[in-house]
């Protein structure tokens, strides 16, 4: 079992920043060899973001490249999500998940095998 936790500021004024994290903890560390953190908009459906692996290495969907970084600290345990610039199309329920995949970035849902609560980001306009 793996247990996730996101957390980070929910409402926001666009043009501002915020910084997610996900915090995740579990006997079996390939659990989370890869976390990422997907979003789900009011009526939408849930969408890839960006994925950080265990090396390091990490994944941003293109359409979000420049305005959104994912970090890794494998010591603390916890992913980071920073937003810049937000918009109001950025306003979403995110949600961070994990999954054993190593050999490629996983990017659709049913990669990861758990998932955090998620946590409501509204953007203000």
């Known amino acids: 079992q793996v247990q996730l936790v996101e957390s980070g500021v929910g409402l926001v004024q666009a043009g501002g920043s915020l910084r997610l994290s996900c915090t995740y903890s579990?006997?079996?560390?390939?659990?989370?060899?890869?976390v990422g953190w997907f979003r789900q908009a009011l009526g939408k459906e849930r969408e890839f973001v960006a994925t950080?692996?265990?090396?390091?290495?990490?994944f941003i969907i293109q359409t979000l490249k420049g305005r959104f970084t994912i970090t890794r600290d494998n010591a603390k345990n916890t992913v980071y999500l920073q937003i810049t610039d937000l918009k109001p199309e950025d306003t979403a329920v995110y949600y961070c998940?994990?999954?054993?995949?190593?050999?490629?970035?996983?990017?659709?849902?049913?990669?990861?095998?758990?998932w955090g609560r998620g946590t409501q980001v509204t953007v203000s306009s």
């Open positions: 998940a994990a999954s054993p995949r190593m050999s490629w970035y996983p990017t659709r849902a049913l990669d990861y095998d758990y």
């Open positions: 579990g006997r079996t560390s390939s659990s989370y060899n890869s």
């Open positions: 950080a692996r265990r090396d390091n290495t990490t």
